[in-house]
């Protein structure tokens, strides 16, 4: 039997190497304990994210979008201090909201809450929400903004409804770009430049977990025993394969010690949504998200400050009976699902930071540390995989266009004639050339002078009064006009 062994042993390896190679990448990704084919949160199935940002001076902000295409449960939990959010309280289990179509994470601080009346315009006009009648329908788009204000140069220039419509449009399944990208364009992980991070997790069964990030904390990401990131730990699938703790030269630096500065006095937050496609209750949600704190604290320290806004959504896209938190049944289930929540957070939070890109003398963690990241060639992927379109000036008009409301019916009016006007004005607000104005911001929207209107408005008045006064004249005394 001996002799015979090795064969066998040689035929099933050969065997299991041919039904890997043809096997389909989807069921080759699909390992208990290890990431999604993009390791990001658009593994969880039922999940769409957006992007679009702009750091051309003065702006350094943006908005994340993450999309669900059939309405979901939800719940937040939020932690920080000084939040800057939206729609929250719909999301309590005590209140009778179904759930949400989209959430938003976004730049710009409260201003930048506003972003979400561009998503709820692009939710609506597809008819996505909570059903009204005659009315319509009520997209539900809860937000948590980061504070980036000033950060490029000048503190008005923050995202817009506009900027919402733009990265609704822009949701896709696919892979998900990571670092100074999106809605962490402007983000800071302590003294360092930061930015978003996603992750995804397999649970068996056909669940899976997922959790992305806006990394912008008063505390700090490293370790300053060894300048390590504390999330890397978390790793799991050789996500951060080539990593290593910075050089002890490194470490001692004063690039270093800037990195590592935590700043209480100003205004932060860590902003995250965990996903899961295993169906909830509302409370269950509410449950997963404030879990998913644990992962936070265990990525950044301090944590949960007064100047923080840190807020978690929960995410649940499945269908069917939903799990109960007071259901023993459930338990291990619940369990292991919001245990998963928390850990992927965690990486999530590590991928996001080592992702990030220097810009304009604020330093990332590879430029800070390089010894950390120079055998990570994944890092460019990150960076790079998927979509997150820069705002220009043409994109942003044309976002203006679609957002323009049909004017409301005057009385008498029939709505045909309304739409007709509404056609007509946007043919012509399109073919209109821009004109830009006092304030350039970097490539965007422009506005004319206030200046520039008024003596437009008083040159075009006087010059129909002068034509006027000569029509006039003309009748009463032309002999006067012809030798004049």
Known sequence: MRPILPALLTAAIASSLCAVSLAPAASAEEVVGQPGEHNAITDVPGVHVGQVQSDTAPFLTGTSVIYTPEMSVASVDQRGGAPATKETDLLSPLNSNPGVNAIQLGGSSMYGLSATNGIIRWLEDRGEGVPLGSAGVAPIVPAADIYDLNRGGDPKARTSAEWGYLAAEAAVDGPVRQGSVGGGTGARGGGLRSGVGTASTYLGDGIWVGAMVIVNPAGSPVDPLDCSLYGVRYGV??????????????????????????????????????????????????????????????????????????TVFAVSTGEGEPLQINDPADSRQLNSIFNAGSTTLSRAIAKAVLSAESHDGRLSYCDTYP??????????????????????????????????????????????????????????????????????????????????????????????????????????????????
């Open 371 to 484: 010894s950390a990241c120079a055998d990570m060639p994944q890092l460019e992927q990150w960076r790079t995989a998927g979509a997150a379109p820069d705002v220009t000036r043409p994109e942003f008009e044309r976002a203006s266009r679609a957002l323009k409301q049909t004017p409301v019916p005057g009385p008498g009016a029939s709505r045909s004639a309304q739409e007709s006007d509404t056609e007509d004005s946007s043919d012509s607000a399109a073919a209109a050339p821009v004109v830009d104005g006092g304030g350039d911001r970097g490539g965007l929207v422009g506005s004319p002078d206030p200046t520039t209107l008024a003596i437009g408005s008083l040159t075009a008045g006087g010059a129909l009064l002068a034509l006027g006064a000569f029509a006039a004249l003309r009748r009463r005394r032309p002999e006067a006009v012809a030798l004049s």
């Open 237 to 310: 699938g050789g996500e951060f394969d080539g990593y290593q703790a910075p050089s002890a030269q490194e470490c001692d630096s004063e690039d270093s010690a800037a990195a590592q500065q935590t700043s209480e006095e100003s205004l932060n937050t860590t902003i995250a949504v965990v996903v899961t496609n295993a169906p909830l209750e509302k409370a269950a949600a509410q449950r997963m998200s404030g879990n998913a704190h644990d992962g936070m604290a265990r990525a950044i320290y301090p944590i949960h400050t007064l100047s923080d806004g840190d």
